[in-house]
């Protein structure tokens, strides 16, 4: 079964157990520092922990699968015992099959199964949920694969062969959950265009993440001297837009600010459907 949030979309609080990622790389190097910091993401909200150990950011170097499985295999591990419902961010299958093993719920695949031949197997295999990402090329490669006519059109088709491909390899559809993919093979312009085209991801009919969360085309925003968590208010503001357009999960760092931008979503949501029924109700009663 998908979890769905009761009234808004499911967050992802971000575990970024690496020494390089981009904007909270570092901060997480031991196991008890990383499950404090997840420990802390679900107490403030977050509804899964998105765990990840090689760093997918453009120009990074690729990780041997033995390291990245010993940065966090015992924070999943550890994080399953404490009942915290874990998505594994990772490109390898022997991860994600040994994170199923360990409980996760959901393997969060940037290449959407390009990477590892395996990967699609194994999400067929665990009957996990799995998130397929669009991305071109590899994280060496994908910031020169930037080239789009008509961005929306060019990453849907491209995700719909991913998608194809996955059922092919027998991924149930249901489980099957899309990601524009902010961020990797593209500039900030697409960024923006895809954000604003979000729904049009979401008429595919598979529940839609989106991953946009301190990324470099909200700094953009800001003074260039700004520090990456001065774009958090920026994020939860995409999360509700994100809402909005009827996505399905929102990939954060800072669960706090996403977790109220997405009330201030749900209430005015459930204002308009509530006051669309009295509305209602009283031009019945006006007609009669
Ligand atoms: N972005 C990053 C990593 N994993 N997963 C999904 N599904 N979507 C994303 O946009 C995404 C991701 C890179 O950001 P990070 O280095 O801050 O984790």
């Given at each position: 079964m998908?979890?769905v949030?009761?009234?808004?979309?499911i967050?992802?609080g971000?575990?970024?157990?690496?020494?390089?990622?981009?904007?909270?790389g570092?901060?997480h190097?031991?196991?008890?520092?990383a499950?404090?910091h997840?420990?802390?993401?679900?107490?403030?909200?977050?509804d899964?922990?998105?765990?990840?150990?090689?760093?997918?950011?453009?120009g990074?170097?690729r990780?041997?699968?033995?390291?990245?499985?010993?940065?966090?295999?015992?924070?999943?591990?550890?994080?399953?015992?404490?009942?915290?419902?874990?998505?594994?961010?990772?490109?390898?299958?022997?991860?994600?099959a040994?994170?199923?093993?360990?409980?996760?719920?959901?393997?969060?695949?940037?290449?959407?199964?390009?990477?590892?031949?395996?990967?699609?197997?194994?999400?067929?295999?665990?009957?996990?949920?799995?998130?397929?990402?669009?991305s071109r090329?590899?994280s060496?490669?994908?910031?020169?694969?930037?080239?789009?006519v008509?961005?929306?059109?060019?990453?849907?088709?491209?995700?719909?062969?991913?998608?194809?491909?996955?059922?092919t390899?027998?991924?149930?559809?249901?489980?099957?959950?899309?990601?524009p993919?902010?961020?990797?093979?593209k500039?900030?312009?697409?960024n923006?265009?895809?954000?604003?085209?979000?729904?049009?991801?979401?008429?595919l009919?598979?529940p839609?993440?989106?991953?946009?969360s301190?990324?470099?085309?909200?700094?953009?925003?800001l003074p260039?001297?700004?520090?990456?968590?001065?774009?958090?208010?920026?994020?939860?503001?995409?999360?509700a837009l994100?809402?909005?357009a009827?996505?399905?999960?929102?990939?954060?760092?800072?669960?706090?600010?996403?977790k109220?931008?997405?009330?201030?979503?749900?209430?005015?949501?459930?204002?308009?459907?509530?006051?669309?029924r009295?509305?209602?109700?009283r031009?019945?009663?006006?007609?009669?």
């Amino acid at each position: 079964m998908l979890p769905v949030g009761p009234s808004r979309p499911i967050i992802f609080g971000i575990l970024n157990v690496t020494p390089d990622s981009f904007s909270d790389g570092g901060a997480h190097d031991s196991v008890a520092a990383a499950v404090e910091h997840a420990v802390q993401l679900f107490a403030s909200g977050a509804d899964i922990v998105d765990v990840g150990g090689e760093s997918t950011r453009p120009g990074a170097v690729r990780l041997e699968v033995a390291e990245e499985q010993r940065r966090v295999l015992p924070v999943v591990r550890e994080l399953r015992a404490q009942g915290i419902p874990v998505s594994i961010d990772t490109l390898n299958a022997s991860t994600a099959a040994a994170c199923a093993e360990l409980g996760a719920a959901i393997i969060n695949d940037v290449s959407a199964a390009t990477a590892d031949v395996d990967m699609a197997l194994v999400a067929a295999e665990s009957k996990l949920l799995f998130v397929a990402c669009h991305s071109r090329g590899s994280s060496a490669t994908m910031n020169t694969r930037t080239r789009y006519v008509h961005p929306i059109a060019e990453v849907r088709r491209e995700l719909e062969y991913r998608l194809a491909a996955l059922i092919t390899a027998g991924v149930k559809p249901e489980r099957i959950i899309l990601d524009p993919g902010i961020g990797f093979s593209k500039t900030s312009e697409h960024n923006w265009a895809l954000l604003a085209g979000l729904h049009e991801f979401v008429a595919l009919g598979h529940p839609v993440l989106v991953g946009a969360s301190r990324k470099g085309f909200l700094g953009e925003l800001l003074p260039a001297e700004a520090a990456v968590t001065e774009r958090d208010p920026a994020t939860a503001v995409i999360s509700a837009l994100s809402a909005e357009a009827g996505a399905w999960g929102v990939r954060v760092h800072d669960v706090v600010s996403t977790k109220a931008a997405l009330e201030v979503w749900s209430a005015m949501n459930g204002a308009r459907t509530n006051g669309a029924r009295t509305t209602g109700a009283r031009t019945t009663g006006a007609r009669k």
